[in-house]
């Protein structure tokens, strides 16, 4: 009964390579995020989507895209991976925005080699 | 620069002690909250403190909010082993995207 969940936990690729990660929250929650953190434990919000809604899009290169099939999942793919890349990265969901406390996943340690 | 700003960045205490970390801002905010991060792990919620309070308890954690000084604090008592993570502040701006911004936390370590 995982509150909000993330595949895989681990993933290590090669520059280059096209990956996906991915999200699940079974909370009834309408908003979902992702986060990178860095290997300074800097946690920063990429994407945000309310109601599968596009909301907060930040300075992330276009090699990101997030994908929102239904208010329970939130996908992130990344094509052409590059070293700058490898980090955590964190799923979380609320209900709500920014008012409001966020669950975390236990984040995908990804590695590009 | 980031919202949140936690001081100190490492903290080393003897289980049993307070620990108190210390969360500085910049805007006007809606609510401040604090998270806990095992090593390896997500984050957990810890507390919430709205804009309109100044402190809050919960268990063994008591956060006090100055919005005049724009900073936080956060008191853990009578320390244990298990209290050992990162902590982290996280602001909700009052105006602005629907985003949390959080700080670059405080490493706690409680020595047995």
């Known amino acids: 009964d995982t509150a909000v969940s993330q595949t895989p936990k681990y993933l290590v690729t090669q520059m280059g390579n096209d990956k996906s990660i991915k999200c699940e929250q079974n909370?009834?929650?309408?908003?979902m995020y992702w986060y990178k953190q860095d290997s300074k434990k800097f946690l920063k919000i990429m994407f945000s989507?309310?109601?599968?809604?596009?909301?907060i899009n930040e300075t992330v290169p276009n090699r990101f895209s997030p994908k929102s099939p239904d208010k329970a999942h939130l996908n992130l793919h990344i094509n052409s991976l590059e070293l700058g890349d490898s980090a955590v990265y964190f799923c979380?969901?609320?209900?709500?925005?920014?008012?409001?406390?966020?669950?975390f996943g236990p984040g995908t340690r990804l590695t590009v080699t | 620069s980031q919202q949140g700003e936690e001081d100190p960045q490492a903290l080393s205490i003897q289980e049993g002690e307070n620990a108190t970390m210390n969360c500085s801002y910049k805007?006007?905010?809606?609510?401040l909250q604090w998270y806990r991060q095992n090593s390896g792990r997500g984050l957990v919620h810890l507390i919430l403190?709205?804009?309109?309070?100044r402190e809050k308890h919960s268990g063994r954690l008591r956060v006090t909010l100055d919005t005049s000084k724009k900073s936080s604090s956060l008191l853990i008592t009578a320390s244990r082993a298990a209290d050992t993570a990162s902590y982290f502040c996280?602001?909700?701006?009052?105006?602005?995207?629907?985003?949390?911004?959080f700080g670059q936390g405080t490493r706690l370590t409680i020595n047995p």
């Open positions: 989507y309310n109601n599968k809604e596009l909301i």
């Open positions: 805007t006007s905010i809606n609510n």
């Open positions: 403190i709205r804009s309109n309070e």
């Open positions: 996280a602001t909700g701006p009052i105006q602005g995207a629907q985003k949390l911004v």
């Open positions: 909370l009834g929650h309408d908003t």
């Open positions: 979380a969901s609320s209900q709500g925005g920014r008012a409001y406390e966020q669950y």
